[in-house]
C-alpha cells in the first residue's frame, strides 16, 4: 500500500462543535451512506438537523441509518425534484449539505433522463428556491471524482482536464457548476468538495449501485467469495466519519465560498491490495480474480487517486481513520446490523 502524502500538521482540524451548536442544517439524502453519517456527527455537536430523502429503493436511503437517532432529528421524505417541498424546508435553514443524487454509473447510462433529472435539473431547481427563500444559506454539494474521466496523469488535482466517461459524470459536472455559478453570480455561498470511494457503516450493500466495496463487505461477512475485476486499478478510499468532518470543516470556513476541491483518503491501494485488506480484517475469506466485465470497461477511469493538497491546506483536514480500520469498523458493524441492509 502507497503510504499516503505527508501533512505538516500534528493535530488534524476537527469541525468546531461551538458552531454547529444550534446551527440550523437540511442534509439531502439525508436517509443515504453519507447523509446519515453526517447526521450523526452533526446531531453530536448539537446541530438542528432536518433531514430530507425521497426513499426511491434504488437509491440508497435507508431508515435504519438513523434508527438510533431519530429523535435528535426531523425526518421529511421528500424528492429533489419537486421545488415546491424544498421551499418550505430552506427558508429557516442556515447550511444546507447537498447529498442527494442518483449515483449508479450503469443507471445513468441504462436510464440517462432521470440522471439528468437528478443529478442536473433538479440541482438547478434547489438553488433557484434557495436564491428566493433562503439567500442566507451555505450549501456545501456532494460532487464526485468521476467527472475527470480517464486520468492524464496521478494523483490528479484540481486544474485536471474534466473529461467525464459517462451520463453520470457528466450531469454531475453540470450540477457542480450551478452551484459555483450561482456563488459567483448570485452570492449564494456554495463549496464543491469532489469525493472519492466512500467507505463504512451504513454504505449500500445489497448491490453495487454505489460501491463494490459494498458488495465485498457483504460476501466477506456472510463468508462467501466475492469477485475482483481487473486487479491492478489503484484507488483512494474515504472513511465516511473522515467524509464527514470534511464537510462540516467545509461549511465552516469562508474561504471555501465558491471553491471546488478534491477529497483523499488514507493512501493508495490496487484492488487486489484492497481485498487482501479486507480478508485480514475480516480474520478469513477469499476472493477471485475476473476480467473486468464488457460493460463496466467501457466507462472504468482505470487508476484513480486524488492530489487534496489544496484542502488540507485550505481547512487543515486530514483523515483519520487508517483504511484497515476503517474496514474492519465497517465489517463490525454489518455483522451486527446485516439484516437491515438486505
Not at 179 to 190: P, S
Request: net charge negative; aromatic share 10%.
Amino acid at each position: 500500500m502507497t503510504p499516503p502524502p505527508p501533512d505538516d500538521r500534528t493535530v488534524p482540524a476537527r469541525p468546531d462543535p461551538a458552531w454547529w451548536s444550534g446551527r440550523r442544517v437540511l442534509v439531502t439524502g439525508g436517509l443515504g451512506f453519507i447523509g446519515s453519517t453526517l447526521a450523526h456527527r452533526l446531531v453530536e455537536h448539537g446541530a438542528d438537523v432536518v433531514l430530507v430523502d425521497s426513499l426511491v429503493p434504488e437509491y440508497g436511503g435507508n431508515p435504519a441509518n438513523v434508527a438510533d437517532i431519530t429523535d435528535r432529528v426531523r425526518i421529511n421524505i421528500s424528492d429533489i425534484r419537486d421545488p415546491h417541498s424544498f421551499r418550505h424546508l430552506v427558508q429557516d435553514r442556515e447550511v444546507i449539505f447537498n447529498l442527494a443524487g442518483q449515483t449508479s454509473h450503469l443507471d445513468s447510462m441504462r436510464d440517462p433522463f432521470t440522471d439528468l433529472e437528478i443529478n442536473c435539473t433538479a440541482q438547478l431547481r434547489l438553488l433557484e428556491v434557495c436564491r428566493a427563500a433562503a439567500p442566507q444559506v451555505k450549501i456545501v454539494y456532494a460532487s464526485t471524482r468521476q467527472i475527470y474521466g480517464r486520468p492524464d496523469y496521478l494523483p490528479v488535482d484540481e486544474r485536471h482536464l474534466l473529461r467525464p466517461t459517462d451520463v453520470n459524470g457528466i450531469n454531475k459536472m453540470a450540477g457542480e457548476w450551478y452551484h459555483i455559478l450561482y456563488n459567483n453570480v448570485y452570492g449564494l455561498r456554495a463549496c464543491a468538495l469532489r469525493l472519492t470511494n466512500t467507505y463504512g457503516p451504513r454504505m449500500r450493500i445489497k448491490d453495487a449501485r454505489q460501491t463494490f466495496l459494498g458488495v465485498w463487505v457483504r460476501l466477506a461477512v456472510e463468508g462467501r467469495p466475492f469477485e475482483v475485476w481487473g486487479g491492478e486499478q489503484k484507488r483512494d478510499f474515504t472513511y465516511g466519519e473522515d467524509c464527514a468532518d470534511a464537510l462540516m470543516l467545509a461549511a465552516e470556513r469562508p474561504e471555501t465560498d465558491g471553491r471546488i476541491f478534491n477529497l483523499g483518503g488514507d493512501g493508495i491501494v490496487s484492488l487486489t491490495e484492497l481485498a487482501e485488506l479486507l480478508i485480514a480484517a475480516n480474520g478469513g475469506g477469499r476472493f477471485e480474480v475476473h476480467e473486468f466485465p464488457a460493460e463496466r470497461k467501457r466507462i472504468d477511469i482505470g487508476d484513480y487517486y486524488a492530489d487534496d493538497a489544496l484542502f488540507r491546506e485550505t481547512v487543515g483536514w486530514r483523515p483519520a481513520t487508517p483504511l484497515a480500520a476503517g474496514l474492519a469498523a465497517t465489517l463490525a458493524y454489518y455483522r451486527e446490523t446485516l439484516p437491515r441492509y438486505l
